[in-house]
């Protein structure tokens, strides 16, 4: 009847698997978790280092890649390997970066077509899908390090403007790091939560989440009502964010210092130290009113009010789509209860000062803004992993969804600003007599032509009955589920020939590619998993080994002296066992242990018991 208590292995000690909350964020991208204990969202570090990990990718002459803080390093001697705001690539063409392509100082690929862009680094491609899973995989690999434990799911956050080839990007980038998302979510919700606001069934507010990060800008609109999030409107500027502040200083200084513009051209690696030095600059400012350094054979200096003056317009460009978003929302300034403060960017003090001028309110910005959105993240996973099932989140679609139709026509299936998860059909017929086939093309956007807006996906419904035309029924479904991931089905409902589609959202990936990710993935699984295995035996083995040692640390002396020997050398074995990275050792000694531990920990149970029913009246 009893249970052996020092048999945590696969006893009732076994830790219900963690869900972590990821911010994969433009500049800097961070992992959270609800701790155990304290039940609160805490973000992940080692020990007094920042939970901060950057979004820069170096990609060295031997092949390997590196992730964080020492890719940083080489933005300045290797900025054609060295990738950074590989987030501004996520699901866009070369034509739509095209206008912003000398921001980047690696090369991105102009292939003058829609595909998704591609970076070059040496000899090989990387796509922002692959360049988004090195970053989320060093993030799962961070994890895994500090929590002594797989990581194997997330919630991973995105703005709210990203549409659904983003999002879909996004998931992929998830996928090809080895984490199953569980959920797509958008930043401002995530943040909200972080504040606890909602949490309060009674509660009723409209939130204002103003998020200017290292390089976007984002201000969306959110009402909470009985503990339902609803997104009432989004705006910003994805081309906005502490990345221009201090490229503002740079241009400053160039100025100033009388530097050819053709040096900041020629000399990237020059170029890279001029933005860090003024990023630098921009921080030190947040608290001290000047700044006075030296790069070579320049001395850059800046006062707090000079900065400000730099930064005023791109501050006023933020409230203007703080205006737009509150209108969309179909309110006023002063309707909005809490304003909430997100990104690096908001630790500016003017930038604080307007948006509360604005708002005519105090802002909140008690937890750190870099962190807030980790942390919501977090405390989604926890609602996924059931401790707190009683939420919903609702957002909203950013812009419309629909098919192309006769003459080149978008006809919107589901509006912009719908609720997610959303649902909607309609039916169409054939134009030709004996039409066998029917073209659905998806698109998103809000103008009229199908041609100026952006296509997702394509597919084709074939084996349509000969009918005349007119006369076949084709029921075209969307269905956007709670991610804002788009399916699309086409179903002719007189002979019931059906087709659906997991959108294939245009950012890039053909089949071939597709293939050859999964190729890949097939090809590392043996390795991912024999690295998982192990991970999982060496957890396994020093949980056992910590309980066994509490487990003697109470009842030492109810053991024999050999018992207490054997104990002490299976638990030896295990140790080493531990560090010489063999699995099948560690099973081995976890069992060895187990069997040593079994027949004293059932004598000591019995024990405890038929004391306590001694005590007892029946
Ligand atoms: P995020 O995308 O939220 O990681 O944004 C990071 C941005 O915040 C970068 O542009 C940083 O330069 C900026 N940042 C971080 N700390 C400060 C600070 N103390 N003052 C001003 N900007 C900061």
Redesign the pocket.
């Known amino acids: 009847m009893a249970k052996i208590p020092i048999n945590i292995a696969t006893g009732s000690l076994q830790q219900e698997e963690i869900i972590v909350g990821i911010d994969l964020?433009?500049?800097?991208s961070l992992v959270a978790i609800i701790h155990p204990e304290t039940k609160q969202p805490v973000a992940l570090k080692e020990h007094d280092s920042s939970s901060?990990v950057p979004s820069v990718i170096y990609f060295d002459e031997t092949g390997s890649i590196v992730v964080g803080d020492l890719a940083k390093q080489h933005l300045i001697d290797s900025p054609e390997r060295t990738i950074f705001s590989a987030k501004r690539l996520m699901g866009k063409s070369y034509n739509d970066i095209r206008n912003n392509a000398s921001f980047f100082s690696y090369k991105i690929i102009d292939d003058n077509t829609e595909s998704l862009v591609k970076v070059q680094v040496g000899d090989k491609f990387y796509s922002p899908v692959d360049l988004s899973s090195f970053i989320l995989k060093e993030l799962k690999q961070r994890a895994e390090h500090i929590l002594k434990t797989p990581v194997n799911k997330a919630v991973i956050t995105v703005p709210a403007y990203f549409n659904d080839a983003q999002r879909q990007a996004t998931r992929d980038a998830g996928k090809l790091a080895g984490l199953d998302v569980l959920r797509i979510i958008n930043e401002p919700t995530a943040a909200s939560l972080a504040y606890g606001v909602g949490l309060d069934k009674n509660e009723h507010k409209i939130i204002a989440v103003y998020d200017l990060?290292?390089?976007?800008f984002d201000i969306s609109i959110l009402r909470i009502t009985g503990g339902i999030f609803e997104v009432l409107s989004t705006n910003g500027d994805t081309y906005l964010?502490?990345?221009d502040?201090?490229n503002a200083i740079v241009q400053y200084w160039i100025q100033q210092c009388n530097i050819d513009t053709a040096k900041l051209e020629n000399d990237t690696s020059f170029a890279q130290a001029i933005r860090l030095k003024a990023?630098q600059a921009?921080?030190h400012?947040?608290?001290n009113d000047s700044f006075d350094d030296q790069l070579g054979e320049y001395t850059f200096s800046l006062s707090k009010e000079k900065f400000e003056s730099l930064i005023r317009p791109l501050v006023d460009k933020t409230l203007q789509c703080c205006r737009n978003a509150v209108k969309d929302a179909g309110l006023k300034a002063t309707d909005i209860d809490t304003i909430v403060m997100?990104?690096?960017?908001t630790?500016?003090p003017l930038v604080k000062e307007s948006v509360s001028k604005y708002f005519g309110k105090e802002v909140n910005d008690q937890v750190n803004?870099?962190e807030v959105v980790a942390l919501g993240a977090a405390i989604q996973a926890d609602i996924l992993a059931g401790g707190n099932k009683e939420f919903l989140l609702l957002d909203i679609t950013p812009l419309s969804l629909g098919i192309e139709t006769a003459g080149g026509l978008m006809d919107v299936l589901i509006p912009r600003n719908a609720k997610i998860p959303s649902k909607a059909a309609r039916q169409y017929t054939t134009q030709v007599d004996g039409q066998s086939g029917m073209r659905v093309s998806v698109f998103q956007g809000e103008r009229d032509l199908v041609k100026d807006n952006r296509k997702l996906a394509e597919f084709n419904l074939t084996n349509i009955p000969g009918m005349p035309a007119g006369l076949p029924k084709v029921e075209v479904s969307f269905l956007i589920n709670a991610d804002g991931i788009l399916t699309v089905s086409a179903k002719e409902l007189r002979s019931g020939v059906e087709q659906s589609i997991e959108v294939k959202p245009q950012y890039g990936l053909t089949d071939a590619e597709v293939e050859q990710m999964l190729m890949e993935s097939i090809t590392h699984a043996k390795d991912d998993i024999a690295v998982r295995a192990l991970t999982e035996a060496k957890t396994e083995g020093e949980q056992l080994l910590k309980t066994t040692e509490r487990f003697l640390q109470k009842n030492a002396a109810e053991l024999s002296k050999q018992e207490l020997i054997d104990t002490a050398n299976a638990m030896q074995a295990l140790q080493l066992s531990i560090t010489m990275e063999d699995k099948d050792l560690v099973h081995k000694k976890i069992e060895e242990l187990n069997e040593i531990s079994r027949p004293y920990a059932e004598r000591i149970m019995d024990t405890a018991i038929s004391q306590a029913m001694k005590g007892k009246q029946v």
């Open positions: 964020g433009t500049t800097n901060l990060g290292g390089g976007t964010g502490g990345d502040l201090d990023e921009k921080k400012l947040s608290a997100v990104g690096g960017s630790r500016v803004p870099d």
